[in-house]
C-alpha cells in the first residue's frame, strides 16, 4: 500500500509563484511515474505534468513554460514549481503515483491553490 501525501498549496496572487510537493511512504514500495492532476470547480480532473521513471516531463498546453515538475526518486517525492499563477490555475491538485510492475495507481487526498487579487 502505498500512501500520498501533498503539500505547498495557498492563495497567491496573479503572477505569483507556489511549489507543490507530494511524498509517497509505505512499505517495500518501488514508484514507477508520479504525475499532478488538478480538478477544478465543475471540471473533471486533467492531468496537469507527469514524470516518468527516466523519461520526458510531460505538460498540459496551458502550462507549458510557466510550470515545471522534478522528482527526487531517493525521497519518494515529486515536486511542481508553479510560476506565473493565473486565476485559471485555481482548482484542487492531486498527486497520482503508479506503482512498478502493477496496474495499481494511487492518489493523494489533493491541496488547494487559489489565484486571487
Known amino acids: 500500500q502505498v500512501q500520498l501525501v501533498e503539500t505547498g498549496g495557498g492563495l497567491v496572487q496573479p503572477g505569483g509563484s507556489l511549489r507543490l510537493s507530494c511524498t509517497a511512504s509505505?512499505?517495500?514500495?518501488?514508484?514507477?511515474?508520479m504525475d499532478w492532476y488538478r480538478q477544478a470547480p465543475g471540471d473533471e480532473r486533467e492531468l496537469v505534468a507527469a514524470?516518468?521513471?527516466?523519461?520526458?516531463?510531460f505538460y498540459t498546453n496551458s502550462v507549458k513554460g510557466r510550470f515545471t515538475i522534478s522528482r527526487d526518486k531517493d525521497k519518494n517525492t515529486v515536486y511542481l514549481q508553479m510560476n506565473s499563477l493565473k486565476p485559471e490555475d485555481t482548482a484542487v491538485y492531486y498527486c497520482?503515483?503508479?506503482?512498478?510492475?502493477?496496474?495499481?495507481?494511487?492518489w493523494g487526498s489533493g491541496t488547494q491553490v487559489t489565484v486571487s487579487a
Open positions: 509505505g512499505d517495500n514500495i518501488c514508484i514507477a511515474a
Open positions: 497520482n503515483a503508479d506503482e512498478c510492475n502493477s496496474d495499481r495507481t494511487y
Open positions: 514524470i516518468p521513471a527516466g523519461g520526458t516531463p
